[in-house]
Each structure stands twice: as structure tokens, then as C-alpha cells.
């Protein structure tokens, strides 16, 4: 089995190898399933690893992240049961013991920080190698066992793009630029990346883009309904940021509290719009409107202090698998509301509670 990408000399050979060890393992009956997140970097593995598999002669079937689903949901892995699949890719999903579907053939493609390794899978991850690998880096290194896959060498850049990788560290992502345009994948990073932050969460025009594109100006120039539907996603999201925005923080110690009520999954980037100005704390956006009688929330931290290790000490007793994770300096979860409140009243700031879900009242904010 093909472990941790990090106790390996050479991560890019390790995740080809373990690629075609996966395909050995599934059967020549069913379909592959390419799971994934719907962000950019999740969407744009997901097309490297489709595209692939197509070349290669077999059948690949795409199936992403729903609005507050988890992998492990029992519904997640009926709806996965169902497609009578010979394997699965797990892309960006995070990475856990639990198998999705057991005694299915998997293969897990991921770069945050693990919570265990799912016994019998194989497990591409990226996360302790320096510098970082996106999910989409290695969905490309990945490919490479079934042929030249050269020509998608820009979807691994959005992914790069996506998650904020430093450009100097990756050649890959510096080759793409001069290849492709180094505006124009940040332009298409932005459009793949706003349907899923919008209300409906839908990110299926970005996954249809992905899988048809020849390179990022088919997604920035496109004239078509997919192009479209991005556009307009991204319009809702920027005025859904505007209002977000003009929320104060709340401050108690260390931690500041950014809370509002919004059907769009903007509190990552209002966490980090704050991270930038509270140098000093460790930034926490949180969103009462993004799916009723929940508290989705994304901390962000200038200081360096490790946030995952933040929220373990304040996890609050009932909290779920979809509380802190991700990665050290950009994690976040979703409480029940009852959950919240416990949580918040840890921190020191009881009036950030949550008295009516269905609304934003004076004590929110």
C-alpha cells in the first residue's frame, strides 16, 4: 500500500505508482466514481483524475460533495453503492479510518491533515511534505501512470491557485503560468470556485467546464451557459461578501468573532478578509444562514498558532467529525446551533450565541 506521500523520496513517481496500483486492484465490470469537494482545487482533481481515466479506456463516473454532506454520511455510500462502481477516488475530501464504502477498492487523493488511514485504501497524501501539495498536484502526478497528461497540467494549477500555494515553491504551477497565462488561471480559479460558495451550492457548471476545457479561457472567455451560470455565481458571491463585511468583530482575548447570517458559504473568505487586520488573534467568521439550525464557521490566525490544535481544546462535548479539520492555519467546522453556543460561551464571548436561527439580531453581530 502507498502511504503518506512525506515517507517517500520521490512523491511524484510514489503517487503514479500507487495510481496504477489502485487500477490493478478494480475490477473490469462498473464504473469508476471520482468523488470530490466542489472548491476548486477538489473539482479540478476530479477532472485530471476523469480525464485520465477516459484516455486509459475506462469508465469514470464524477460524483461531488453535497452542501453539508460528509464522505461518511450513510447516504453518501448508498448513493455511491448504487452506481454499482468497480472503485473509488476519494479527491480532496479529507482523510479518515472509516472507509466511505467498505471493501470497495479506494484510492485517496488529499492533502489535509489526516485523522487516520483507512485500512485496504490506497492513500495519496500530500500533507507533511514541504512545500504542501494540493489535492490537483497530485490528482496530475497521479495521472501520469495512465499516459502523457501534459495537457492538464493547468487544471493541477487552479488547484495550486485555489488553496493559495506559493507560486515560487512549485515548479508545475509556474510552468502552467507560462504556458496558459498566469491571469487568466487566476481569473478561471475564481469562476470555478464561486458556484459552490452560492446559495444552491451547485458546482456542476464548473465540473462540466473542467472536462471539456482545452485551458482556463474557455472558462473566462466562454459564451456558453456553463460560463455564464459561473459569472452570475460569482456576482452573488461578491454581494453576499458586501454584506458580510460591514459586520464588526466581536473580540474576547485571543479570539475574534465575525458572525452573520448568509445562504452563501462565504466564511472563509471573510476570515480571511479579517485575518489580514486582527494580526494578533485568531480570526473565527461564522454563518448562521448557511444551512438551517447549524453554525458553519472558518478560523483563520496571522499569529502561526495552530488552529486544528486551537479547536481540539475547545471542541465542545457532542461535536461531530465536521469540527476542525483541514489543515493547521485554515481550518474551521459546523456546530448545531445548541452546539455553538456552548462553544462560543468557552470563548469568552457568551453574546455571540445563537437565540433565533432564523435570524441575525443585535446580539449576533
Not at 495521472?143 to 488547484?159: E, F, K, M, R
Not at 515553491?169 to 503560468?177: R, T, W
Not at 481550518?331 to 437565540?355: H, Y
Request: net charge negative; glycine share 10%; hydrophobic share 45%.
Amino acid at each position: 500500500m502507498i502511504g503518506l506521500l512525506h515517507h517517500l523520496s520521490d512523491p511524484r513517481r510514489a503517487a503514479s505508482a500507487g495510481f496504477t496500483q489502485f487500477l490493478e486492484q478494480c475490477g473490469a465490470d462498473g464504473p469508476i466514481v471520482v468523488f470530490s469537494h466542489f472548491d476548486a482545487d477538489g473539482l479540478a482533481a476530479a477532472a485530471i483524475l476523469i480525464r485520465a481515466l477516459h484516455a486509459g479506456g475506462r469508465e469514470a463516473v464524477p460524483l461531488v460533495i453535497g452542501k453539508g454532506e460528509t464522505p461518511w454520511d450513510g447516504t453518501v455510500g448508498a448513493r455511491i453503492a448504487a452506481l454499482n462502481p468497480a472503485g473509488l477516488i476519494a479527491a480532496d475530501l479529507g482523510t479518515r479510518a472509516e472507509p466511505i464504502v467498505a471493501g470497495l477498492p479506494t484510492l485517496i487523493v488529499d492533502h489535509h491533515c489526516p485523522t487516520g488511514i483507512p485500512a485496504g485504501a490506497i492513500t495519496l497524501s500530500g500533507n507533511g511534505l514541504e512545500p504542501e501539495p494540493t489535492s490537483a498536484l497530485i490528482a496530475w502526478w497521479a495521472a501520469a501512470a495512465v499516459g502523457d497528461v501534459s495537457h492538464l497540467q493547468w487544471l493541477a494549477a487552479l488547484g495550486l491557485i485555489g488553496d493559495m500555494a506559493d507560486e515560487a515553491a512549485f515548479p508545475e504551477l509556474a510552468e502552467a503560468q507560462a504556458r496558459w497565462g498566469k491571469t487568466a488561471l487566476r481569473d478561471a480559479t475564481s469562476l470555478v470556485n464561486a458556484p459552490r460558495r452560492t446559495a444552491a451550492a451547485d458546482p456542476s457548471p464548473a465540473l462540466r467546464l473542467l472536462l471539456a476545457a482545452d485551458g482556463p479561457k474557455a472558462i473566462t472567455k466562454g459564451d456558453d451557459a456553463d460560463a455564464h451560470a459561473l459569472a452570475d455565481a460569482k456576482a452573488e458571491v461578491r454581494q453576499a461578501v458586501e454584506a458580510a463585511k460591514r459586520v464588526a468583530p466581536r473580540v474576547a482575548g485571543d479570539v475574534a468573532v465575525i458572525l452573520f447570517h448568509s445562504p452563501c458559504q462565504i466564511h472563509p473568505l471573510i476570515a480571511q478578509r479579517w485575518r489580514g487586520r486582527l494580526k494578533d488573534k485568531v480570526v473565527i467568521a461564522a454563518n448562521s444562514g448557511y444551512r438551517p439550525g447549524w453554525v458553519h464557521f472558518a478560523a483563520r490566525s496571522a499569529t502561526g498558532r495552530d488552529l486544528i490544535a486551537f479547536l481540539a481544546e475547545h471542541r465542545p462535548d457532542g461535536a461531530d467529525s465536521r469540527y476542525g479539520n483541514g489543515h493547521g492555519q485554515a481550518t474551521g467546522g459546523a456546530l448545531p446551533v445548541d452546539l455553538w453556543n456552548r462553544f462560543i460561551a468557552d470563548l469568552g464571548l457568551p453574546d455571540q450565541r445563537i437565540i433565533n436561527p432564523n435570524e441575525q439580531g443585535d446580539a449576533q453581530g
